[in-house]
């Protein structure tokens, strides 16, 4: 269980209908083989986050993520992610792009489920103890939200209002691979529309967050990430002081203020 305090293998059976982690991973190869055309070698992990249900998997001595989504309200959005994910690729923004099927698909539905296929990256999850880490992934929300500003398509229904734009949505050290920079920006799944300095205040203060015990990140932290950002992108006396509203808000949600 990537976040819940439940049995994962009732959970398995439960929520996705497999008998076990070995119906799930013969499930997975046969989905691999009629949609991509590839040969499963072996199913190293699986993880339940929610109605989603991550696979790592190894295929043609590769290293692959499967996210198999079960809830159909999911399933429009998660092929807009990965629309999205595959222009910001293209854009040079560093992502796990999903690999598409032979005949194009970035999302095959199979059965019950929706699944997307993404190559497994070379990183750990971001360290905030590391001050060039923290650095580097000021500098990389900054890239990504100018990336953002100018994707050129509708995303969840529609257009940025007036003052917003199309964040991450997510931007957090477990969503932030690092080898020796930042190697990717996983997980777009709440991508959604607001000011980027919502955005920064929200991930300034959840930075150090990964999936138990959440902890505040350390002011002198909080300001190094925010200074990398806006030495790459300024933030305006407005979005100043929009970000440190959202700072204080979400501190005292959390009970840290």
């Not at 953002?148 to 957090?172: I, K, M, T």
């Not at 300034?204 to 190094?224: D, K, S, V």
Request: hydrophobic share 40%; with cysteine.
């Amino acid at each position: 269980m990537l976040w819940e305090a439940v049995d994962s293998n009732e959970a398995l059976t439960t929520r996705f209908g497999f008998v076990d982690s070995n119906d799930a991973a013969s499930w997975l190869g046969d989905t691999l083989r009629k949609a991509w055309g590839l040969r499963l070698q072996s199913c190293d992990r699986l993880v339940i986050s929610g109605s989603k249900l991550l696979a790592w998997l190894t295929i043609d001595g590769r290293g692959f993520i499967a996210k198999c989504a079960i809830d159909p309200a999911l399933f429009t959005r998660l092929t807009e992610a990965d629309a999205l994910i595959t222009w910001l690729d293209g854009e040079g923004i560093p992502v796990a792009a999903p690999q598409p099927t032979p005949d194009g698909r970035m999302r095959v539905e199979r059965d019950r489920y929706s699944v997307g296929l993404y190559p497994l990256v070379n990183g750990e999850l971001l360290d905030v103890n590391d001050e060039n880490q923290v650095a580097a992934a000021g500098r990389m929300l900054a890239t990504l939200h100018r990336a953002l500003s100018a994707y050129p398509r509708s995303f969840a229904g529609g257009h940025a209002p007036e003052g917003q734009q199309l964040v991450h949505g997510d931007f957090r050290s477990a969503n932030v691979l690092y080898n020796g920079g930042v190697t990717a920006v996983l997980d777009f799944d709440e991508a959604t529309h607001r000011s980027r300095a919502e955005e920064l205040g929200r991930s300034a203060a959840l930075l150090g967050t990964r999936y138990h015990n959440w902890q505040p990140l350390p002011r002198a932290t909080r300001e190094q990430f925010v200074a990398a950002y806006c030495d790459s992108y300024p933030l305006t006396g407005t979005e100043w002081d929009e970000y440190t509203r959202v700072v204080a808000g979400v501190s005292e949600h959390f009970g840290w203020a």
